[in-house]
């Protein structure tokens, strides 16, 4: 026997990383059941080509370009005389990551200028989800953009509240509006949010920076050639953590010298008659920032490609979103959004790592003594550990995408024809009601879910899933994991989203209705193609969880609230995995059901299941086929 080296002796065949829209058996469960097959059969060709684009080499390497090089501020904020300037220096990679999105249709456009109804959402959040492993985390500055946009459109389109606008206000809103939605990479907008502040961090309530209305007859250009005025309030403070520092608007939280707490819409940026070139000459067209200055760039685990920033504000102008006194209502409709947003990124990332776990498991060979040796493919112990992950992450993506349903829903609604689809599908009485709780439980249960499940996907490939492979990024689980980390941090911890569900189940009347839709929900999903009394374990669950939350006030459901809000996310997921599971009868999506009835809600469990027969089970979950069919071309 030869001695090894660094250029002789074995060296481990890469896997192949495959196009997601194929080979990931959950996205296709997903593809088929929120999506109708009349769209299934029009949208089907274009994503399953994003699905292959995502996985290029120049895009892999913009994702290496934007680990190495971070944004910064050039000369540390100041020029070379010491004069105050700010300039934010961005990586190419991650220029180049935007620019492809924005060029592949804007995934922001996809929501509110296509012709798919109360579909857009499923189709939008479908492609999303093969492009967040390779986004560079440029998908956070989109969740902020759709949100604005979103926000914007309820105002120019309630009559309630458009009638409210001066013709100035409209003309703002219209302005930002067609920005944040165009398909037009060299007009399009990014949008910021800033709203956490040092106090309370995410208790907004304690906001310290105030908003003054004082109109301006000779008000400075945000953008000349636009013709759109900065604003008529001046807004002073420091924001704490400032997302998507660089990006063209921002909306942001304030009060008014009466202390009530408003949301606002301000430009990054103002025309500067008096702004320079980068050569010191006069630029007539130069701009600075809007009354916005960057005391530092945070340095953060992960998400280093984004420039999160401590901004001081001195005099921005801005524009008030709806009445005074109303600014946690008005960033409802933002939040909503931006946390279904966050649960895009968690999936995503975790379908990407799992993308990899089980082209890892086809290529490597373990030793199983006495010189024999067998594929992890063959190993019972390793397709039980990929199964389970495999089994959750269903749960997590049927979660996910049941949440972007209904948010849609409520957008467009409507009644639906497909007899699957109903049993999906709320009265539109039940839309607003179900996402009050939907959008909070889903993104606190999914982030965390995700993450650990990340982990998981870089111990399936041992001490290479540990590393930071530049050398191969589309092998970088490590990244992923590292990025995941901020998800159930941003937009609210598990507690604060725990305490937010439990205060909207015990809001008076709305708490109500949201108990009643959740009720009418899981039993109309269990009445699919069966009897709910095969599942009155889960149903017993959810009464029980229900009497609960009825009878003790909200001060005592606060300290249990996490575990409260986890048993009704495990009752809606195995209501969702019924639902797929009687979708077409197939064997792999009862058997995550049974396995999971059984983990959860003690159902009876099965005996006498030999260790060959499990393997071809947990076989068919991880790869979505049948082992003795593809063994030969492992």
Same mark, same amino acid.
């Given at each position: 026997?030869?001695?090894?080296?660094?250029?002789?002796?074995?060296?481990?065949?890469?896997?192949?990383?495959?196009?997601?829209?194929?080979?990931?058996?959950?996205?296709?469960?997903?593809? +088929?059941?929120?999506?109708?097959?009349?769209?299934?059969?029009?949208?089907?060709?274009?994503?399953?080509?994003?699905?292959?684009?995502?996985?290029?080499?120049?895009?892999?390497?913009?994702?290496?370009?934007?680990?190495?090089? +971070?944004?910064?501020?050039?000369?540390?904020?100041?020029?070379?005389?010491?004069? *105050?300037?700010?300039?934010?220096?961005?990586?190419?990679?991650?220029?180049?990551?935007?620019?492809?999105?924005?060029?592949?249709?804007?995934?922001?456009?996809?929501?509110?200028?296509?012709?798919?109804?109360?579909?857009?959402?499923?189709?939008?959040?479908?492609?999303?989800?093969?492009?967040?492993?390779?986004?560079?985390?440029?998908?956070?500055?989109?969740?902020?953009?759709?949100?604005?946009?979103?926000?914007?459109?309820?105002?120019?389109?309630?009559?309630?509240? &458009?009638?409210?606008?001066?013709?100035?206000?409209?003309?703002?809103?219209?302005?930002?509006?067609?920005?944040?939605?165009?398909?037009?990479?060299?007009?399009? *907008?990014?949008?910021?949010?800033?709203?956490?502040?040092?106090?309370?961090?995410?208790?907004?309530?304690?906001?310290?920076?105030?908003?003054?209305?004082?109109?301006?007859?000779?008000?400075?250009?945000?953008?000349?050639?636009?013709?759109?005025?900065?604003?008529?309030?001046?807004?002073?403070?420091?924001?704490?953590?400032?997302?998507?520092? /660089?990006?063209?608007?921002?909306?942001?939280?304030?009060?008014?010298?009466?202390?009530?707490?408003?949301?606002?819409?301000?430009?990054?940026?103002?025309?500067?008659?008096?702004?320079?070139?980068?050569?010191?000459?006069?630029?007539?067209?130069?701009?600075?920032?809007?009354?916005?200055?960057?005391?530092?760039?945070?340095?953060?685990?992960?998400?280093?490609?984004?420039?999160?920033?401590?901004?001081?504000?001195?005099?921005?102008?801005? *524009?008030?979103?709806?009445?005074?006194?109303?600014?946690?209502? %008005?960033?409802?409709?933002?939040?909503?959004?931006?946390?279904?947003?966050?649960?895009?990124?968690?999936?995503?990332?975790?379908?990407?790592?799992?993308?990899?776990?089980?082209?890892?498991?086809?290529?490597?060979?373990?030793?199983?003594?006495?010189?024999?040796?067998?594929?992890?493919?063959?190993?019972?112990?390793?397709?039980?550990?990929?199964?389970?992950?495999?089994?959750?992450?269903?749960?997590?993506?049927?979660?996910?995408?049941?949440?972007?349903?209904?948010?849609?829903?409520?957008?467009?609604?409507?009644?639906?024809?497909?007899?699957?689809?109903?049993?999906?599908?709320?009265?539109?009485?039940?839309?607003?009601?179900?996402?009050?709780?939907?959008?909070?439980?889903?993104?606190?249960?999914?982030?965390?879910?995700?993450?650990?499940?990340?982990?998981?996907?870089?111990?399936?490939?041992?001490?290479?899933?540990?590393?930071?492979? %530049?050398?191969?990024?589309?092998?970088?689980?490590?990244?992923?994991?590292?990025?995941?980390?901020?998800?159930?941090?941003?937009?609210?911890?598990?507690?604060?989203?725990?305490?937010?569900?439990?205060?909207?189940?015990?809001?008076?009347?709305?708490?109500?209705?949201?108990?009643?839709?959740?009720?009418?929900?899981?039993?109309?999903?269990?009445?699919?193609?069966?009897? &709910?009394?095969?599942?009155?374990?889960?149903?017993?669950? *959810?009464?029980?969880?229900?009497?609960?939350?009825?009878?003790?006030?909200?001060? /005592?459901?606060?300290?249990?609230?996490?575990?409260?809000?986890?048993?009704?996310?495990?009752?809606?997921?195995?209501?969702?995995?019924?639902?797929?599971?009687?979708?077409?009868?197939?064997?792999?999506?009862?058997?995550?059901?049974?396995?999971?009835?059984?983990?959860?809600?003690?159902?009876?469990?099965?005996?006498?299941?030999?260790?060959?027969? %499990?393997?071809?089970? /947990?076989?068919?979950?991880?790869?979505?086929?049948?082992?003795?069919?593809?063994?030969?071309?492992?």
């Amino acid at each position: 026997m030869e001695s090894s080296g660094a250029d002789k002796g074995f060296f481990q065949r890469p896997p192949s990383l495959l196009n997601q829209f194929y080979e990931d058996a959950t996205y296709q469960r997903c593809f +088929k059941l929120f999506l109708p097959a009349e769209l299934r059969e029009q949208v089907k060709p274009e994503v399953a080509k994003l699905g292959q684009e995502v996985l290029a080499d120049r895009i892999f390497a913009w994702i290496t370009d934007v680990e190495r090089n +971070k944004p910064y501020l050039k000369g540390s904020g100041r020029n070379a005389f010491g004069q *105050w300037q700010g300039k934010l220096i961005m990586t190419e990679g991650c220029a180049s990551c935007r620019n492809l999105a924005l060029r592949k249709g804007n995934f922001v456009a996809d929501a509110y200028d296509t012709p798919y109804g109360p579909f857009a959402r499923n189709r939008q959040f479908l492609r999303l989800f093969l492009w967040e492993g390779s986004s560079a985390n440029v998908t956070c500055p989109t969740a902020m953009q759709d949100g604005a946009a979103r926000m914007l459109q309820v105002h120019l389109t309630t009559p309630s509240l &458009a009638s409210k606008l001066s013709e100035t206000e409209k003309r703002v809103f219209e302005n930002a509006f067609r920005h944040l939605t165009t398909r037009d990479p060299k007009f399009s *907008w990014t949008s910021g949010q800033w709203m956490t502040e040092r106090p309370g961090g995410s208790d907004v309530s304690l906001t310290e920076t105030i908003a003054v209305y004082q109109p301006n007859e000779t008000e400075a250009m945000a953008f000349k050639e636009e013709g759109i005025p900065l604003g008529p309030w001046s807004i002073n403070g420091f924001k704490w953590f400032s997302a998507a520092t /660089d990006s063209d608007m921002t909306i942001l939280l304030a009060r008014t010298p009466a202390g009530k707490l408003s949301t606002f819409l301000a430009p990054l940026r103002k025309h500067d008659p008096a702004a320079l070139s980068e050569s010191g000459n006069p630029d007539p067209n130069g701009q600075c920032l809007n009354g916005v200055r960057i005391q530092r760039l945070k340095n953060k685990l992960g998400t280093q490609s984004l420039p999160t920033g401590e901004l001081v504000l001195e005099d921005m102008r801005g *524009w008030i979103i709806g009445e005074e006194n109303r600014g946690i209502q %008005e960033i409802s409709v933002l939040l909503h959004l931006t946390r279904i947003h966050s649960t895009s990124q968690a999936v995503g990332y975790l379908g990407r790592g799992l993308a990899v776990a089980r082209a890892f498991a086809r290529v490597r060979e373990v030793g199983t003594g006495r010189g024999a040796r067998m594929r992890l493919t063959d190993s019972s112990l390793h397709m039980k550990t990929l199964a389970r992950m495999t089994a959750e992450y269903r749960r997590i993506m049927l979660l996910h995408m049941f949440t972007v349903y209904v948010h849609g829903l409520s957008e467009h609604p409507t009644e639906m024809g497909a007899e699957t689809l109903k049993a999906l599908t709320p009265p539109p009485k039940d839309l607003l009601p179900l996402l009050r709780v939907l959008s909070t439980l889903t993104k606190a249960y999914v982030c965390n879910s995700a993450l650990r499940l990340l982990y998981s996907c870089m111990e399936s490939i041992g001490g290479v899933g540990y590393l930071l492979n %530049e050398e191969q990024e589309y092998l970088n689980i490590a990244r992923l994991y590292r990025d995941a980390a901020v998800l159930p941090i941003w937009e609210g911890t598990t507690d604060l989203l725990s305490t937010d569900f439990i205060r909207a189940l015990k809001r008076p009347e709305t708490g109500v209705q949201s108990m009643d839709a959740l009720d009418r929900f899981i039993k109309q999903a269990f009445s699919l193609n069966g009897n &709910a009394s095969h599942h009155q374990e889960v149903v017993k669950r *959810w009464e029980g969880e229900r009497n609960l939350i009825t009878k003790e006030s909200q001060s /005592d459901l606060v300290g249990k609230g996490r575990d409260i809000m986890w048993s009704v996310t495990e009752v809606l997921m195995a209501a969702l995995l019924h639902v797929d599971a009687n979708n077409d009868g197939d064997v792999a999506e009862r058997e995550i059901l049974q396995r999971y009835l059984e983990d959860r809600f003690s159902a009876k469990e099965r005996v006498g299941v030999s260790t060959k027969e %499990e393997l071809e089970k /947990d076989f068919t979950i991880v790869y979505g086929e049948e082992r003795s069919k593809t063994s030969s071309n492992l």
